[in-house]
């Protein structure tokens, strides 16, 4: 019985103790962990449940009524007596001008936010890092993170009462004899509101990436830089950015599955038709189109044509990371 109760010391000696000596474990010990390892296993599974249990219902389960894509759906026939008519849904959005411009206005918007987010990040992360005072870092740190926890509902009231024709923006423009601008129903201008805002809204966030690849940064590299006579601005150029440089990789090219995402609930929180001509995005045009207008075979045929463009872009962008970032998620 002695033996379940104390560990076995083996290959010890009086000149090898207790560096070489080895205790193994008796079989109660070792069934007690294994014990403890199988119940933390079940409490992580039930803690992830609900989530699973939601992400399987709204993402996957869809996913078989995606067949009215390829059907002339009728609510009052259902999935089983609908007319099939295969490839015509996807033929006629290549051929309506609307679609071809929602595409567009699609890629382009996400491009530019991507583009221009990743540069002000790492801008504002370089800045930050060579900020020399704590207490004035933290509170910037702050000020910049805090419209990442904000919603677009929020947002969208702020931003439509600084852009109104009577609104701050305006009213400081007037102080240069600018006229009153119509920013949110202006075709031209409002893309770039979309595309500047959210920069706003999230680049700080997006900087703790490049400001966490900063730290690792060996810091005698800056102090032989500075006894070389380097300044500030050399220091980053050719020590920061050359030293993050796998980090813009790997952000950059994971970005590009996300590149037919252009953000749907802060379109849809300021868009009006004014700007659908520039403003519409495929989110916001399958929403219109399948459940306003009740097209519901060409908003579907839109949104699976989405799914796969954008799955084969995730694709690709896993491959240029592990490929240029030596990334890899199996």
Known sequence: ???????????????????????????????KKDMQKHSDRISYFVMIFPGLV?????TFVPLFYSVIAFQKFNPALGIQNSPWVGLENFLYIFRVRDAQQVFFNTIFIAV???????????????LLNDLRYLHVKRTVQTMVYL?????????????RTVLARNGLL??????FGVGPVYFLGRPDLFPWVIILSDVWKEF???????????????????????????????????????????TIVL????????????????????????????GDI???????????????????????????????????SYWIAGKFANYRIF
Not at 170 to 175: E, I, M, P, V
Not at 209 to 235: C, H, S
Not at 251 to 271: C, E, K, P, R, T
């Open 54 to 58: 939601l992400l399987i219902a709204f």
């Open 112 to 126: 530019m936010k991507i583009i221009l987010l990743e540069l002000a990040a790492i801008v504002f992360a370089l």
């Open 282 to 316: 495929l989110d916001t045009y399958v929403y219109r189109i399948g459940l306003i207008q009740g097209q519901y075979s060409i908003g579907t045929a839109v949104g699976l044509l989405k799914t796969v463009v954008s799955l084969i872009l995730i694709g690709i």
């Open 170 to 175: 305006n009213d400081f423009l007037g102080w």
């Open 204 to 246: 700080g966030f997006e900087a703790i990436l490049y400001l966490a690849a900063l730290t690792t940064i060996d810091p005698t590299l800056y102090e032989v830089a500075e006894l070389d006579g380097a300044n500030r601005f050399q220091k980053m150029w050719y020590i920061s950015i050359p030293g993050i440089l796998p």
């Open 251 to 278: 952000v950059a090219s994971l970005s590009l599955g996300n590149i037919l995402n252009a953000g749907f609930d802060q379109i849809f929180n300021l868009y009006s038709p004014i700007v659908y001509s520039t």
């Open 1 to 31: 019985m002695e033996q379940f109760i104390r560990p076995v010391r083996r290959n010890c000696s009086a000149h090898s103790f207790p560096k070489n000596c080895k205790l193994n474990q008796t079989p109660l010990v070792s069934y």
């Open 147 to 159: 419209p990442h926890f904000l919603s677009w509902v929020i947002l969208a009231g702020i931003l």
